[in-house]
């Protein structure tokens, strides 16, 4: 059975850039949408973007487009979530989940990652 796994995330500052990446071992993309979700402190999970590894349409949840951009490296059996002009309402633990189809409900998904912790302070 594949299993996520996200990294890159860590403490930056308003206005900074990182990037989160996803990847499957013991299967690959293949045939999924790849999803970033985050879940802050005391919330729920909420969607971020997805994309459809064969087909590379990217979907966004309002919040994030224009600052946000999902990308698949076929190469490496990855996805990467770029996120600029990252705000303090962006702290959040990130995880990938893997779909057979798009959807933007976390309980869809059955297969997701530890997560990785993005903080931004002022």
């Known amino acids: 059975q594949a299993q996520l796994e996200e990294t890159g995330g860590r403490p930056v500052q308003v206005g900074d850039s990182l990037s989160l990446t996803c990847t499957s071992s013991g299967g690959t993309f293949g045939g999924y949408f790849i999803a970033w979700f985050r879940q802050a402190p005391g919330k729920e999970r909420e969607f971020v973007a997805s994309?459809?590894?064969?087909?590379?349409?990217?979907y966004y949840a309002d919040f994030v487009k224009d600052r946000f951009t999902i990308s698949k490296n076929g190469a490496e059996n990855s996805v990467t979530l770029q996120m600029n002009s990252l705000r303090t309402d962006d702290t959040a633990v990130y995880y990938c989940?893997?779909?057979?189809?798009?959807?933007?409900?976390?309980?869809?998904?059955?297969?997701w990652g530890l997560g990785t912790q993005v903080t931004v302070s002022s």
């Open positions: 989940g893997r779909l057979r189809y798009y959807s933007e409900n976390p309980s869809s998904y059955d297969t």
């Open positions: 994309i459809g590894w064969y087909s590379e349409y990217t």
